[in-house]
């Protein structure tokens, strides 16, 4: 049972747009900042976003990300068959004194 | 070009203590935070620990009696120590630079058995 919680798969079309979600509590999510991660089949996760909607150099602008409260979510647009692979939100806990993860979304691009 | 590589055994006996080294090139490990994350066959991320570069540590409650991790600056490593373990403990275990959530390079991951 993970701290945050993800759909377990959400699916669109090529080209189209997704939206993921992740919902946690006051002491995550709703007191620090939401990183995303992706990772695609039989490789290491890799850091999408951080701080909520800070891209790291060389992802791009095709995905975003936002916070309100105490749930973030990751949009993608103009989705292509490579971004098919599992999201995962991520945030410190102040009451666990942990990172928390969601439990990651599978994309699937039709 | 930074690049971390994960190395140790891939199968470890109950209640014996698995070691993992992390070597890291194109940066040197005491300018940054490091962490170990695992991720259990089939299933999410698990953030075991990080070593931050002032030397605080700060673990996973629920693994924080069994596991230890530090930093051989003269290899330039990242080292993690787990002890008693068990067939829970099997995992893809990454390290990867950076602390709290964010977390903005990986190793490639090593996958531990652990089975008699």
């Known amino acids: 049972q993970s701290v945050l919680t993800q759909p377990p798969s959400v699916s669109a079309a090529t080209g189209q747009k997704v939206t993921i979600s992740c919902s946690g509590s006051?002491?995550?999510?709703?007191?620090?900042?939401v990183s995303w991660y992706q990772q695609l089949p039989g490789a290491a996760p890799k850091l999408l976003l951080y701080e909520n909607d800070q891209r790291p150099s060389g992802i791009p602008a095709r995905f975003s990300g936002s916070k309100s409260g105490m749930s973030a979510t990751l949009d993608i647009t103009g989705l292509q068959t490579g971004d098919e692979a599992d999201y995962y939100c991520g945030a410190w806990d102040t009451s666990l004194r942990s990172v928390v993860f969601g439990g990651g979304t599978r994309l699937t691009v039709l | 070009q930074v690049q971390l590589q994960e190395s140790g055994p891939g199968l470890v006996k109950p209640s014996e203590t698995l070691s993992l080294t992390c070597s890291v090139s194109?940066?040197?490990?005491?300018?940054?935070?490091w962490s170990w994350i695992r991720q259990p066959p089939g299933k999410g991320l698990e953030w075991i620990a990080y070593l931050t570069r002032s030397g605080d540590t700060i673990y996973n409650p629920s693994l924080s009696s069994r596991v230890a991790i530090s930093l051989d600056t003269s290899k330039n490593q990242v080292s993690l120590k787990m002890t008693s373990v068990t067939a829970a403990d099997t995992a893809m275990y990454y390290c990867?630079?950076?602390?709290?959530?964010?977390?903005?390079?990986w190793g490639q991951g090593i996958l531990v058995t652990v089975s008699s």
């Open positions: 006051g002491s995550n999510i709703g007191n620090d900042y």
């Open positions: 990867a630079r950076g602390a709290v959530a964010i977390l903005n390079y």
């Open positions: 194109g940066a040197s490990v005491s300018n940054y935070h």
